[in-house]
């Protein structure tokens, strides 16, 4: 089943007829405060941690395969990650303090010619403190009873 985005205004009444009443679910969400981007991609890692964050290949509205004129412009639009390019299309995203969230824009000019259509997509990049990934036991040299320390 296909989803469209809907705008509601003002107050709405919902009537139900029908019999059985027909099946009504949404969701709402995420909400974004004015003036902020809204985030498509959200990422949780370590402060250890980094990852390849990527531009997906592009396509037109009919899905054939697509270029941006130039690289990627990758930003840290809010947070403390750092990023480290690697190519036209891609960077490392290195993890920042533990407890903050880092907000990451792309963006990218989609025509070919002199004009410029800009693009942009963003992630919110939140990290956390690492954990430990085992416990293991390790035991001494054995030592006489009596010499156990008190």
Do not use: R
């Amino acid at each position: 089943m296909a989803c469209a985005p809907i705008t509601i205004y003002g107050p709405v009444t919902i009537y139900q007829t029908g019999s059985p009443p027909p099946m009504f679910t949404w969701e709402v969400g995420p909400f974004v405060a004015k003036g902020e981007v809204p985030v498509a991609l959200d990422v949780t890692m370590s402060n250890e941690q980094a990852f390849k964050l990527k531009v997906k290949p592009p396509t037109t509205e009919a899905g054939n395969p697509a270029t941006f004129d130039g690289p990627i412009v990758f930003t840290v639009v809010s947070g403390d990650c750092t990023l480290q390019p690697i190519d036209a299309v891609s960077t490392w995203v290195l993890s920042g303090a533990i407890g903050l969230t880092s907000v990451i824009q792309g963006k990218g000019d989609a025509d070919m010619g002199t004009a410029v259509v800009t693009m942009v997509d963003t992630a919110a990049i939140h990290v956390q403190a690492a954990q430990a990934t085992a416990l293991e036991l390790e035991a001494e040299e054995p030592i006489l009873k009596s010499e156990i320390p008190a």
